[in-house]
Nanobody, 125 residues
Framework: QLQLVESGGGLVQPGGSLRLSCAAP????????IGWFRQAPGKEREGVSC????????KYADSAKGRFSISRDNAKNTVYLQMTSLKPEDTAVYSC??????????????????WGKGTLVTVSS
């Protein structure tokens, strides 16, 4: 059974930080490229960042450059997204997914079995 589970979302003030986690106990985690995505109210889902299976390569959307950092710990079957200098426009449901390749733009598989359900990040004063 495939399983991706996000955690770490919450309410933060503008300029604050959060670290999101994506755990995948149902996958041979070390074999997969992983991406982070977000969907804000009234907006389409966008790819935020991705990381290759061995962690050697990372990519970031323009909206995330300089503020977000993706990393992984394959021994823990977990990918992280460290988010700093958060802005109100970062408010969204953040999801992780298996990606075909870690490239820009970040694209996930169409098969929803390779997606988590998401964690809500709210940036508000």
């Amino acid at each position: 059974q495939l399983q991706l589970v996000e955690s770490g979302g919450g309410l933060v003030q503008p300029g604050g930080s959060l670290r999101l986690s994506c755990a995948a106990p149902g996958l041979a985690f070390q074999y997969y490229n992983i991406g982070w995505f977000r969907q804000a109210p009234g907006k389409e889902r966008e790819g935020v960042s991705c990381i290759t299976s061995n962690g050697d390569t990372t990519k970031y959307a323009d909206s995330a450059k300089g503020r977000f950092s993706i990393s992984r710990d394959n021994a823990k079957n977990t990918v992280y997204l460290q988010m700093t200098s958060l802005k109100p426009e970062d408010t969204a449901v953040y999801s992780c997914a298996v990606v075909v390749a870690c490239a820009l733009p970040v694209k996930g598989y169409s098969d929803m079995r390779f997606w988590g359900k998401g964690t809500l990040v709210t940036v508000s004063s």
